[in-house]
């Protein structure tokens, strides 16, 4: 069954810090893979998407890595600040179905303390 | 560009009755999906549609309905709504199907008693 997993599922970091969020999934033939952050109360916004040909993609502070040998991927938030405080959440489309079926892990729940 | 646009964003609903969720997106995009979101258990896809006229079955249909008449609209029904179904639900689109990132709503909360 393709699964995708998400430790630790809180973190709690002072400000300034840098910080990695892991995701991991199971059958490496994926298409992509897309990091979204999701602030209580509403709806998903996506961070960042890595085709299954890509190493990393990087936006601003963040920077998301994709191993599919080992099946992992890791969201690389730099200088955290207490507006990075919200739920990310790590979702996958394989091969063989319709690539717009997302499986989802349950999230990592961030605060960054001021 | 109003994105993708879902209504209600709360609903509360007695066992048995049915209502449908609306879900609209002015992008174009061909791809669109319905998702639910309970704690601890993330989000799990209901129904998902690859262009006007088609849908097919995500990992949680029961008691769940779709139709796709037209490339912007992707309404959600529920034949008779039961506690279960509690939940809060979003709905997403995508220009092509996995190789642009996905576009969600903001949801609709529903709640049956």
């Known amino acids: 069954k393709q699964e995708v997993t998400q430790i630790p599922a809180a973190l709690s970091v002072p400000e300034g810090e840098n910080l990695v969020l892991n995701c991991s999934f199971t059958?490496?033939?994926?298409?992509?893979l897309q990091w979204f952050r999701q602030d209580p109360g509403k709806g998903l916004t996506s961070l960042l998407l890595i085709q299954s040909s890509q190493r990393e993609q990087t936006s601003g502070r963040l920077n998301a890595s994709l191993d599919k040998s080992s099946g992992r991927s890791t969201l690389y938030i730099a200088a955290s600040q207490p507006g990075d405080s919200a739920t990310y959440l790590c979702?996958?489309?394989?091969?063989?179905?319709?690539?717009?079926?997302?499986?989802f892990g349950t999230g990592t729940l961030l605060a960054v303390q001021p | 560009n109003a994105g993708v646009t879902q209504t209600p964003k709360f609903q509360v609903l007695k066992t048995g009755q049915s209502m449908t969720l609306q879900c609209a997106q002015d992008?174009?995009?061909?791809?669109m999906s319905w998702y639910r979101q309970d704690p601890g258990m993330g989000l799990r896809l209901i129904h998902y549609s690859v262009g006007a006229g088609i849908t097919d079955q995500g990992e949680v249909p029961n008691g769940y309905n779709v139709s796709r008449s037209t490339t912007e609209d992707f309404p959600l029904r529920l034949l008779s709504a039961a506690p279960s179904q509690t939940s809060v639900y979003f709905c997403?689109?995508?220009?092509?199907?996995?190789?642009?990132?996905?576009?969600f709503g903001q949801g609709t909360r529903l709640t049956v008693v």
């Open positions: 997403a689109s995508t220009l092509q199907g996995g190789g642009t990132e996905a576009f």
């Open positions: 979702a996958v489309s394989w091969y063989g179905g319709a690539t717009n079926k997302l499986i």
């Open positions: 059958d490496s033939a994926i298409y992509n």
């Open positions: 992008m174009n995009h061909e791809y």
